[in-house]
């Protein structure tokens, strides 16, 4: 028999608490855990061992900017986050104090069958696809892919969206780059921890095989100022084409300009943009909403809309494809939490629409809305008490109903809080209440107990309400002793 090497042991009975190092010019240096880490890792290696991110399971990120793959082995709310990492030989404990988020390896999407009409949207951010029920006295029931039927109070919804053809997600990621068509520049776009990432010159493109009006979500990450460009319906994915018909959308860190391209006849310009918020931020959430039957996209950049533009050429993109183009050289561009979806193409008010504080208002296929108290949906229709009279109107004409505004309830602040986005992209608000064996149990402000397979949720975010990150302590329980491999 040969001699197994003897695991390395590191010391950490000098360790009171986390702390930060500071250099002497003054700028924040890395933390002592991204320290501790990175000697593990280093003694893992010299034990012959591999510390690979693709052979760990999930990543934990928290609030110092530390990121550890690894494993989540389950919450325990009376002492914390258990977390097994491949350079240490028992499980870590972290307090919720410092989590900022937990990315799963979800493999449980909707099944086939499932083909949700309606989109709910509620006061408290959450957004579920699923199917009316009923909804009649105040209350609504709905069906949804991962718990079921549920019930809520009518009074917790802002709005719901209707499709005649079903919200039919097409994409949702990314998980890999897997599907996509990257550039041959000598650093093209790679996949890294849930996100695509350039840091350089170079496409990514990916044939979808559009053929109806689309909606596409993404989040932008950028290190620096930077240059974008999005093709949507491109007919070429694996170059920047000006010889076939599509739209293209430049992005820049303070605003935004939308083309179209007409093969043989070059770029016309539909509209433009400024954006100053970006300028104050890294990160934005783009949502590009193009509907072919109408000819018109619009564009909303953090829940607020940049703009709708229609062409009156009517829509002239004849491809299936999307591509990006990172044009700089130097900043590091991030893509994730992406999500495409199959629209119908009826009118669609603007997404930052509002309704009155004290009225319901339902927006109809013809463009027409109906202000009044929406009081149930019956027989296939939805009964509308407007100042006048009593309306019935047919559930097939109607788009989109947006409620009255209420009291908005109190900020989370159970440490336990977080907000869970399922494979689909849809995402809700829970505390957490058990997670084990494969399930997770959550108590919700609006929707009740609701208990789910892990296996659907994509991402834990924590610490919703918490500032920008600073001195303090790091969360985690430190046993005196860990030993590396075994």
Known sequence: MRDEPMSPKVDFTSIKSATWFTSERGNQGCSLLQRIFALLSVLFLFNGLSLSAADAKSELQLFDGTSLHGELLGLQLDQ???????????????RPNNLASIRLPADQGPPESFQPTSKFRFKNGDEIFGNLLSMKDGQFEFETWFAGRIKAHQESLEAIGFSAGGFRVIYEGPTSLDGWTVGKNSRPWKYEDGALVAKGPDILGRNFSLKTSSNLEFDLTWSAAFSLTLTLYAQTIDRFDYSANAYII???QGGLTLQRVTAGQGAILLGNAQLPTMLTKNTSRFEIRSNIEDGSIGITVDGVPAGRWKDSSGFVAK???IVFYSQTDGPELKLSKMRLTALDGRFEPETGTNAPATNDVVFLANKDRVTGKIEGIHDGKVKVLTRSTHLEIPMGRVVQMVLAKSQNRPAATDPW??????VGGENLLMDILQFKSGRIRGSTVHLGEIEMNTSAVRQLQFNLNRPPPGVGDLGLVLPEVIPVGR
């Open 80 to 94: 914390g986050l258990i977390w097994k990492h491949p350079a240490v030989h028992d499980p870590i404990i972290f």
């Open 250 to 252: 430049y992005i820049g």
């Open 319 to 321: 491809g299936g494809g």
């Open 417 to 422: 809080t977080t907000r869970a986005t399922l």
